[in-house]
């Protein structure tokens, strides 16, 4: 997604993952290894002298305590706090320092998709390497916090796992034929529901079950939907080509 920034430096920067925070702060990660931040219509640029390392932005979340979790591609986890970035855990502490999804849960603890190792889960005193429901080095392309006990993570292979106190449970979405739709974007909307956009779908999954949301979206079964985000207004926006 390319967005105009309003910045001489960077006028055009290539965004890849995006979220809104507690405050309706609008934030992107970028191809480039910057992170903007749209706060009161005007763009805040962070780069490497605020504590990034320039490896593109690959995934970003905002934490319980107004914190924003941020995923690069090769350089681990970092986190937004006193107006920096810092680095969460050396990279080499994580089974893979390539990393696609981020979500903190209702404990502290940050829950991290990787590349090619799997899930871990972060907390102050240690970094877990979770077991995998799928093969061990199958990218973990999304996660998000559903409720107080429950987190949804897709996996490359189309699998999406419920994981409840860290025991995962495969849920099974309506598919049009015998493989299941790789999601590659999640979000939780106010009403406590999951959104999982896919190829030329999108679901809602709620405690009375799994709709097909796309069905009620004319031209979308064409794209893939690519992102999603809430607005200020707590529905739900999605991106598509």
Known sequence: MLFRSGLESDPNP??????EDRLNRFWIGCESGAVYCLE???????????????????????????????????KGVY?????????????????????????????GGLWVGTKSGGVNRLTRRRVATLPSPVDPKEAALCAVEASSDELFIAFA????????QQRPERVALPARGSAQPAIHCMIQSADGSVWAGAEGELFQISRRGIAK????IPGLKADDVTALCRSEEHTSELQSH
């Open 14 to 19: 290539k965004g890849l993952s995006f979220t």
């Open 213 to 216: 949301a796309s069905d009620k």
């Open 40 to 74: 009161r219509d005007a763009w805040l640029a962070y780069g490497p002298a605020q504590g990034l390392s320039g490896a593109a932005v690959t995934a970003i979340s905002p934490g319980k305590d107004g914190a924003i979790w941020i995923g690069t591609a090769d």
């Open 79 to 107: 986190s937004f706090r006193q107006d920096r970035f810092w680095a969460a855990t050396p990279s080499p502490a994580l089974s893979d320092s390539s990393v696609l999804a981020v979500a903190e849960d209702p404990e």
């Open 157 to 164: 292979s189309g699998g999406l796992f419920r994981f409840n």
